[in-house]
C-alpha cells in the first residue's frame, strides 16, 4: 500500500533555530498538506499545496512557516526561529483530489521538540 | 460552538459489546465526512467515509444526519484491537478535527 513517508521521526532543537521537516507524498498525489497536533490536543491544520503554491493556510501558518516542493517528490515544512510552543507532532499528508471524499494518507509524523 | 464536537470519553467497554460515538458540527456547508483512527502517539487514520444513506464496513457503521449536522460511529463486538482514539473529521476546504472519544475495550 502507498504510503506517505516522514523524516525525521524525531527531531529535537534550541530554541530560535530553524527546522525543515520533510515528507515525500504518495507518488500521484496531487494535494499536500501540513498538519500538527500538540501533545494531548486535536489535530490542527497548518497548510494546504498545490500546483506549487499554497492554497489554503490557518492562523497558525504564520511568516515563521514555509513550504516547498524542491523537486518532483520531497514536501518541506519549514519553521524558521523555533518557539518551546512549537513542540508537536506534525503530519504531512497528501489526497488525490482537494475536495477528497476518500480522506487524506498521512505520514506517521515528526516528532518536533523544541528545547 | 466549537466547530466539530466529540464527547472526550474515554468509553470504557467490555469485549464484545457494542459502542456509539456522536459527533456534532457547526457548518452546514461541510462537504464531506469521515471517522479517523488514532492509536496513542502514532498518525490519524481513516476508518471509513460518512455517507448520508450510511455505510457499513464490517463491524462499523457509520450515519450522517445533515439535518441535525450529527455524525455517529457504531462499533459491533468490539475487540481489544478496537480501544483506541476516534476522531470525528468534516471536510470543508480543508479537514476540521474533533479532539477526539477515547475508547478502552477490557477483556
Known amino acids: 500500500e502507498p504510503e506517505v513517508t516522514q523524516t525525521p521521526s524525531h527531531q529535537v532543537t534550541q530554541m530560535g533555530q530553524e527546522v525543515i521537516l520533510r515528507c515525500v507524498p504518495i507518488?500521484?498525489?496531487?494535494?499536500f498538506y501540513w498538519y500538527r497536533q500538540i501533545l494531548g490536543q486535536k489535530v490542527e491544520f497548518l497548510v494546504s499545496?498545490?500546483?506549487?503554491?499554497?492554497?489554503?493556510k490557518s492562523e497558525i501558518f504564520d511568516d515563521q512557516f514555509s513550504v516547498e516542493r524542491p523537486d518532483g517528490s520531497n514536501f518541506t515544512l519549514k519553521i524558521r526561529s523555533t518557539k518551546l510552543e512549537d513542540s508537536a507532532m506534525y503530519f504531512c499528508?497528501?489526497?488525490?483530489?482537494?475536495?477528497?471524499?476518500?480522506?487524506?494518507?498521512f505520514g506517521s509524523g515528526t516528532r518536533l521538540t523544541v528545547v | 460552538r466549537k466547530e466539530v464536537e466529540q464527547d472526550p470519553g474515554p468509553f470504557n467497554v467490555p469485549e464484545g459489546a457494542t459502542v456509539a460515538f456522536n459527533c456534532t458540527y457547526s457548518?452546514?456547508?461541510?462537504?464531506?465526512f469521515f471517522w479517523y483512527r488514532q492509536d496513542c502517539r502514532k498518525e490519524p487514520k481513516l476508518l471509513m467515509s460518512?455517507?448520508?444513506?450510511?455505510n457499513e464496513d464490517g463491524r462499523f457503521t457509520a450515519q450522517l444526519n445533515r439535518a441535525s449536522q450529527y455524525i455517529s460511529l457504531l462499533i459491533r463486538d468490539s475487540k481489544l484491537s478496537d480501544s483506541a482514539t476516534y476522531l470525528c473529521?468534516?471536510?470543508?476546504?480543508?479537514?476540521?478535527w474533533g479532539a477526539g472519544t477515547k475508547l478502552i475495550i477490557k477483556p
Open positions: 499528508a497528501s489526497s488525490e483530489e482537494g475536495g477528497s471524499n476518500y480522506g487524506y494518507t
Open positions: 507518488s500521484n498525489h496531487l494535494y
Open positions: 499545496f498545490y500546483n506549487n503554491e499554497i492554497s489554503e
Open positions: 457548518n452546514s456547508a461541510s462537504q464531506s
Open positions: 460518512v455517507y448520508s444513506s450510511g
Open positions: 473529521v468534516v471536510h470543508n476546504y480543508q479537514l476540521i
